[in-house]
């Protein structure tokens, strides 16, 4: 486990640190992308953090693309299902992967080839469809498939994922936002797209944001955001971000 402390931006600054109200502590979690074994490895190590912390309402956020790319969508997407069982107060962030899977599955055919192009593949055999049928399959057969597989619960599970959550001082988003327009006013699309007008913006934004969908080596910390998709499916670490006050701290699960 990688444990690190951080309190609030530099004192020396003019700008107040970032916080959430007292007594409460927030885990946002990066994009698991189908790799189970890491998440459920992250999960213990946040519990054996909360034990360690002491009591507070907690929350979890999970910062979306549960599923594809990795191994075990399926089963991701099952644990989370019983995560929200066990801590009533797990949010979930619907990510670009999400949306693309959904619409494959509402039938959208051009969402279906972009899926297979994008890691759907991974999911679909997650599902329990074996590479020989897959690769046998053409889309319409596949998109029947897709429906025969998918259980209801999954698909009502990952539609009801939202687009922003707020805690304090933080908001909670996929990609990002787009900068200059108010979090009220923000695109669906932005919120689980957008890269370089977000990424490259220099400044701060009416929230501290923290987000995922671009991947760094390590948690990526700007004047207005913290990006901790470190890419777990890719071989690198699955992390959490941790914040209580205007303390921030760092868990990572290894691949």
């Not at 959430?20 to 490895?41: F, M, N, S, W």
């Not at 969508?73 to 999400?98: D, Y």
């Not at 399959?137 to 698909?155: F, G, I, N």
């Not at 909670?172 to 009220?184: D, K």
Request: hydrophobic residues 45%.
């Amino acid at each position: 486990m990688l444990r690190k402390l951080f309190r609030g931006g530099a004192r020396a600054s003019a700008t107040p640190p970032s916080m959430i109200p007292p007594g409460e502590r927030v885990y946002a979690i990066g994009d698991v992308h189908g790799c189970l074994t890491q998440l459920d490895a992250l999960l213990a190590m946040m519990a054996q953090d909360e034990a360690e912390r002491g009591a507070a309402e907690t929350t979890i956020v999970m910062l979306g693309d549960v599923v594809d790319r990795g191994p075990a969508s399926a089963q991701v997407v099952e644990r989370l299902i019983a995560l929200k069982a066990e801590a009533p107060r797990t949010r979930f962030l619907k990510g670009n992967h999400e949306e693309v899977f959904l619409h494959a599955l509402g039938g959208d055919d051009q969402a279906l080839r972009m899926f297979c192009r994008i890691g759907g593949r991974e999911t679909i055999m997650s599902y329990g469809v074996d590479a020989r049928e897959y690769e046998r399959l053409d889309y319409a057969e596949l998109a029947k498939r897709l429906l025969a597989v998918v259980p209801d619960a999954h698909r009502g599970f990952l539609d009801a994922f939202e687009d922003v959550v707020t805690i304090g001082d933080y908001a909670f988003v996929h990609a990002g936002i787009r900068p200059n327009v108010a979090l009220s006013l923000q695109k669906s699309s932005d919120l689980r797209w957008i890269r370089g007008a977000f990424l490259d913006y220099p400044g701060r934004h009416e929230k501290m944001i923290v987000h995922g969908h671009t991947i760094t080596p390590e948690v990526e910390r700007r004047a207005g955001r913290i990006g901790i998709d470190t890419g777990a499916y890719a071989g690198g670490p699955l992390t959490a971000l941790g914040i209580e006050g205007d303390a921030t701290w760092v868990l990572q699960a290894p691949a």
